[in-house]
């Protein structure tokens, strides 16, 4: 099947420890996408990418890292540093980052919880 | 910050159309209007997405307003599984989606 697949659904982790989660996309996209969820709310951008071995920071940026060494893979590490790191992560890809008339297609998320 | 405006919720009784409002008042010319959902607990589905035509697919129409400031999502038969968060969203060349609250559709039996 194509499509976009975040691993763990899951994940649980220590106060104080980094944790990467996984995003890969068979679609042969350009460009990669790592969004956050909190209750309620509506998706904030963290980090893009818009081709190989190039990225930029979204609105929320702090706490975070990435890589985007190969182009179907965009981990998202979430750091010690971000202070509330508690959320439902969301990665998407679309053909093109930047472009008008193109549809983004979105992973099924991890929902990350930090005790 | 997003550039559309949404009720927070709406109702609609299975099987009969919901019609989700979506204003854009200052939408340019070269943006096009994106709907996505969101089911509880997933990712974001694109459903369509258009410029100033109105559009049709499988799972919904668009109507946008000839002026383009505001358009309308239509489902023509709402079922109790289109229970779901809809965003609107307008798009800029170079600039990614902006999701904002959207409005949180309850179909009811």
């Known amino acids: 099947d194509g499509g976009i697949t975040q691993s763990p659904k899951y994940l649980f982790r220590k106060e104080g420890q980094n944790v990467t989660l996984s995003c890969e996309q068979n679609?042969?996209?350009?460009?990669m996408y790592w969004y956050r969820q909190d209750p309620g709310q509506g998706l904030r951008l963290i980090y893009y990418?818009?081709?190989?071995?190039?990225?930029q920071k979204g609105d929320i940026a702090e706490g975070y890292s990435v890589s985007r060494e190969k182009k179907e893979s965009f981990p998202l590490t979430v750091t010690s540093a971000q202070k509330n790191p508690t959320a439902f992560y969301l990665c998407?890809?679309?053909?093109?980052?930047?472009?008008?008339?193109?549809?983004?297609?979105f992973g099924q998320g991890t929902r990350l919880t930090v005790v | 910050d997003a550039k559309t405006t949404q009720p927070p919720s709406m109702d609609c009784a299975e099987g009969r159309a919901a019609n989700l409002p979506c204003n854009h008042s200052?939408?340019?010319?070269?943006?096009?209007v994106y709907w996505y959902r969101q089911i509880h607990s997933q990712g974001p589905q694109y459903i369509i997405h258009?410029?100033?035509n109105n559009e049709t697919n499988e799972m919904a129409s668009l109507i946008i307003t000839e002026d383009r400031k505001s358009s309308t999502l239509i489902l023509p038969h709402a079922t109790l599984r289109d229970t779901a968060v809809y965003y609107c969203?307008?798009?800029?060349?170079?600039?990614?989606?902006?999701f904002g609250p959207g409005t949180r559709l309850s179909v009811l039996p």
């Open positions: 258009g410029l100033k």
């Open positions: 679609l042969n996209h350009d460009a």
């Open positions: 990418s818009q081709i190989v071995n190039d990225f």
């Open positions: 969203i307008v798009k800029s060349y170079g600039q990614n989606f902006v």
């Open positions: 998407a890809s679309s053909i093109r980052g930047g472009s008008l008339n193109t549809e983004a297609f």
């Open positions: 200052t939408i340019s010319g070269n943006e096009y």
